[in-house]
């Protein structure tokens, strides 16, 4: 089998059969090749003061602070902060498709970025899914609970993961989040990076 991006029928189709799980599911978010994402109410801010520098030889705890959005409330990211989202939507990979995490592009040509790096998603993967949000503007954006945030695309693999995402052996650090996670980081190998 050919690795491939699937299609908007294609992406539907393995929705509507449980083979691919987006809770809640909106079938009128669906684009050519990929789902839109919406934002979560949930977000981690940095405490800046708390540490003088990030050792990745012996990563700091307690980093950032959960803040939650009550319903119709709205979030502000500062120009050039950096913190953590969510996705409203639970999603549920199977051992033979992987998915990219994208920014928007409408977003992007506003300075908002959603990822840093994490934009790739492992077979097998449960949960909401951490979004690295950067505000590269000059001004304050206002971040909307509810509203599109970004995109999601699947490939198929060549075969079926042989220890998915979750898998005992792996330590799979996010595996099930629901909100904004903070990084787990040990500097041992790379786990999936949306966690």
């Known amino acids: 089998m050919t ?3 699937l299609s908007d029928g294609t992406i539907r189709r393995l929705v509507d059969e449980g083979h691919v799980r ?3 599911w909106d079938p009128t978010m669906v684009q050519p090749a990929s789902v839109d994402l919406k934002l979560g109410n949930t977000f981690r801010v940095f405490h800046n003061f708390r540490v003088a520098a990030i050792d990745l030889a012996e990563p700091p705890t307690n980093l950032t ?3 939650t959005c009550e319903e ?3 979030f502000v990211i500062h120009p050039g902060e950096f913190v953590l989202g969510r996705t409203e939507e639970w999603v549920e990979l199977p051992a033979d498709l992987v998915a990219r995490i994208e920014g928007k592009s409408s977003l992007g040509r506003l300075g908002l970025i959603v990822h840093a790096t994490a934009g790739f998603v492992d077979p097998g993967w449960k949960g909401t899914l951490t979004l690295e949000i950067t505000n590269l503007t000059r001004v304050p954006i206002v971040l ?3 509203k ?3 995109q ?3 490939m198929t693999l060549d075969r079926p993961a042989e220890r998915p995402y979750g898998h005992p052996e792996l330590g799979s650090h996010y595996h ?3 909100d904004a996670t903070e990084s787990r980081y040990e500097g041992g190998p790379a786990q999936s990076s949306v966690g």
């Open 176 to 178: 099930g989040q629901v």
């Open 148 to 150: 599109p945030i970004a």
């Open 22 to 24: 987006i809770d809640p």
């Open 65 to 67: 602070e959960l803040v």
């Open 144 to 146: 909307w609970p509810g």
């Open 152 to 154: 999601l695309s699947f």
């Open 3 to 5: 690795a491939s991006v």
């Open 72 to 74: 119709g409330e709205s």
